[in-house]
């Protein structure tokens, strides 16, 4: 028997919509989210745009408040401290699983992406570095073959879109992210799982190094430092995470 198909729920398309607003910048941390006029933009009612606040808050990209509305998150420095170990472990545990299940075929299809990322590195290009970069990430996580983890990889990797610091404006940070990178490649076409392994954890680790040494170096002007923009494609899909995250101190 065929089944007919389902159209996307209204509520969900506005969340996908309201993400790449959010990534975008056009709703910046800390914004108050006005329902009344962003319901009146997108040509909706309050009811699909308050359910998708819903999904968004349990993301952890948008807070709700009782009494005062809706407010686009923000991360704190004690945020990144509990979220990059966690995405560590998790990433490192992606790069081993694809160093044992992906195909030689498979991994051949990295080479252009790691080519790519290798010129822009040079070039000094970081936001074309970043969309790769996240391209790079996305294959890894998906030749793990393992959905419960990359459901977690990309509900953390949401949150960390939040972030109010970009790690490889950093001087020399993008040339070492790259030869990172560049290592993890030639582990995961080594088979050598504990390698990649160690390698992905070492690569988000570093870049909480990064994040830390601008953190302190922005101390004095706040307002200098913009979000990490990580463009996620519209056909990623992950279960609702129930990471929340916290308001950032002043």
Excluded at 105 to 110: K, T
Aim: proline content about 4%; charged content about 25%; overall charge neutral.
């Amino acid at each position: 028997m065929t089944l007919p198909i389902v159209r996307q729920a209204l509520y969900l398309e506005v969340a996908d919509r309201l993400r790449g607003m959010i990534h975008a910048r056009s709703l910046r941390n800390g914004d108050w989210i006005d329902e009344l006029r962003l319901a009146g933009e997108l040509g909706i009612s309050r009811t699909p745009l308050r359910e998708a606040l819903k999904v968004l808050a349990t993301e952890g990209l948008v807070r709700l408040e009782p009494r005062r509305g809706c407010f686009v998150n923000e991360l704190s420095s004690q945020d990144l401290e509990d979220i990059f170990p966690l995405m560590a472990m998790l990433e490192g545990r992606c790069a081993f699983e694809a160093a044992r299940k992906a195909s030689d075929e498979q991994l051949a299809a990295l080479e252009p992406l790691h080519a790519e990322l290798a010129g822009h590195a040079e070039a000094g290009r970081i936001d074309a570095y970043y969309k790769t970069n996240y391209l790079i990430h996305e294959a890894v996580q998906a030749l793990a073959g393992n959905q419960w983890l990359s459901d977690m990889v990309g509900n953390l990797r949401k949150v960390l879109s939040l972030s109010r610091h970009r790690s490889l404006s950093q001087p020399g940070r993008i040339q070492e992210s790259c030869a990172e990178h560049l290592a993890i490649f030639k582990a995961l076409k080594a088979r050598d799982g504990d390698a990649a392994q160690a390698l992905a954890h070492n690569h988000l680790m570093r870049q909480l190094e990064a994040l830390r040494a601008l953190s302190h170096a922005d101390a004095g002007d706040p307002a200098s430092s913009e979000p990490i923009v990580i463009e996620e494609p519209a056909h990623v899909r992950t279960r609702p995470s129930r990471t929340r995250a916290r308001r950032a101190h002043a």
